[in-house]
């Protein structure tokens, strides 16, 4: 299966300011995908970053919000815009990296935004 | 309307016991179900499911489905303390290339 190695783990932020999330995956993957877990929540897909075209927003997710870099087949950053306490959440990054084997996904960055 | 549902949402039980836990999911465009364990962050794969009756098994850990009723079950035999975690259940679908979670099982395990 894939390795992805995500950063940072964690953060605290200020409300107003942003943050960007790095995955970097060690073998090469056509999709990534970007999920947030609130509190107490299950996971929710916020996009699909394809290499060499815009990402694909879920419904209640927007690009000026949640800014999508996929500059080639191993590496994606999401960028949390403007935060607001109710962004605090972990954010995560997963790929497939076979038909035959489950999602693989990064360690995940715990975001709490004060 | 929530496409997998999961029970219970949270279960306590002591060293040793078998626990299982359930996953209930659409039918349409149905392609495979699978089951990660959630212990800080990361989700863990355990199984994927795409035949009915199958058992997939690893050490104490075991899952079946069944596309006749639509749902799944997880078991664990003699849990352990390290079993303790969120189990989550998810579906993925013929034409759609991300996973669609359920809400998890809380297990927390007791010596």
């Known amino acids: 299966s894939a390795v992805i190695s995500q950063k940072p783990s964690r953060d605290i932020c200020q409300r107003g300011t942003s943050l960007t999330i790095q995955c970097q995956v060690d073998?090469?993957?056509?999709?990534m995908f970007w999920y947030r877990q609130q509190p107490g929540q299950s996971l929710t897909l916020i996009a699909t970053a394809n290499q060499g075209s815009e990402a694909t927003y879920e419904s209640g997710f927007v690009i000026d919000k949640f800014p999508i870099s996929r500059p080639n087949l191993t590496f994606s950053t999401l960028t949390v815009s403007n935060m607001s306490p109710e962004d605090s959440s972990i954010y995560l990054c997963s790929v497939r990296p076979t038909d035959n084997y489950g999602y693989t996904f990064g360690s995940g960055t715990r975001l709490t935004v004060v | 309307e929530d496409k997998v549902v999961q029970s219970p949402l949270s279960l306590v039980v002591h060293e040793g016991d078998t626990v299982t836990l359930n996953c209930s999911y659409e039918?349409?465009?149905?392609?495979?179900l699978l089951w990660y364990k959630q212990e800080k962050k990361a989700p863990t794969f355990l199984f994927m499911l795409?035949?009915?009756?199958i058992e997939k098994k690893s050490g104490r850990l075991s899952s079946i489905l069944d596309k006749k009723e639509l749902f799944s079950i997880l078991n664990i035999t003699a849990t352990q303390t390290g079993d303790s975690a969120v189990y989550l259940c998810a579906q993925s679908l013929s034409g759609a290339n991300n996973l669609f979670f359920g809400t998890g099982t809380r297990l927390t395990v007791i010596p």
């Open positions: 795409t035949s009915s009756g």
């Open positions: 073998s090469q993957v056509t999709m």
């Open positions: 039918v349409t465009n149905f392609r495979s």
